[in-house]
């Protein structure tokens, strides 16, 4: 299996522009998750899907982000309007299962820069 | 919600075993301790979780302590590829997640 795929891997846009992140989870996997990184706040989750159906996204920052799993093959994670302060690495996770003993398998994450 | 508390940071020798500590005072009975690993640059990898018992796999062991209120993630010899910022982290039984926290640096000294 390729494992959980992202795109773009780097992505540099200015200040007000639209940002749309992709993920293929692994396939036969039912969960999704979407996390962002920084320096200052480590690794947060920011909302999670099971069955294509949005579960928790009370990590969502604010209105500027929202994420869609339109099917079990393909989620995205948009951002608009981007501000500097969105720059992180943003990974996407997939799993088997949504009960709490399932491993996640992460993929290699984008890197956001927002000038 | 439960969350885990880990040293920042740790060192080990090449070859020798590492015992990486976390804290969980507030887990919860249905609440699963999982373990994962961020090398430089790289996506977190799953390493290892479990729910009372001590659990072994080819990358490592975990030793969850009676009380269930903290747990041992250990690395029988440490290699240089083992360092890496390690996560120890809570999901309940319906698969809800709790924080990653800033995990525990691991240095492996040649």
């Known amino acids: 299996d390729a494992g959980v795929i992202q795109s773009p891997r780097h992505e540099v846009t200015e200040m007000g522009q639209e940002v749309t992140l992709r993920c293929k989870p692994i396939s036969g996997h039912n969960s999704l998750f979407w996390y962002r990184q920084t320096m200052m706040r480590g690794l947060e989750l920011l909302i999670y899907?099971?069955?294509?159906?949005?579960?928790?996204d009370s990590g969502m920052p604010e209105d500027r982000f929202s994420a869609k799993m339109p099917n079990a093959s393909f989620s995205t994670l948009k951002i608009q309007p981007s501000e500097p302060r969105d720059s992180a690495v943003y990974f996407c996770?997939?799993?088997?299962?949504?009960?709490?003993?399932?491993?996640?398998?992460f993929g290699p994450g984008t890197r956001l820069t927002v000038t | 919600d439960a969350k885990t508390t880990q040293p920042n940071s740790m060192e080990s020798n090449e070859e020798e075993p590492v015992h990486l500590p976390c804290n969980h005072s507030?887990?919860?009975?249905?609440?699963?301790i999982h373990w994962y690993r961020q090398l430089p640059s790289q996506g977190p990898e799953y390493v290892i979780h479990?729910?009372?018992s001590n659990v072994n796999n080819r990358m490592a062991s975990l030793a969850i302590a009676e009380d269930r209120k903290s747990s041992t993630l250990i690395l029988h010899r440490a290699t240089l590829r083992d360092a890496a910022v390690y996560y120890c982290?809570?999901?309940?039984?319906?698969?809800?997640?709790?924080?990653f926290g800033t995990g525990t640096s691991l240095t492996v000294i040649p």
């Open positions: 507030t887990i919860s009975g249905t609440d699963y």
């Open positions: 996770a997939s799993t088997w299962s949504s009960g709490g003993a399932s491993e996640q398998y």
């Open positions: 479990g729910l009372t």
């Open positions: 982290i809570l999901r309940d039984i319906a698969g809800n997640q709790f924080y």
């Open positions: 899907f099971n069955n294509n159906v949005p579960i928790d």
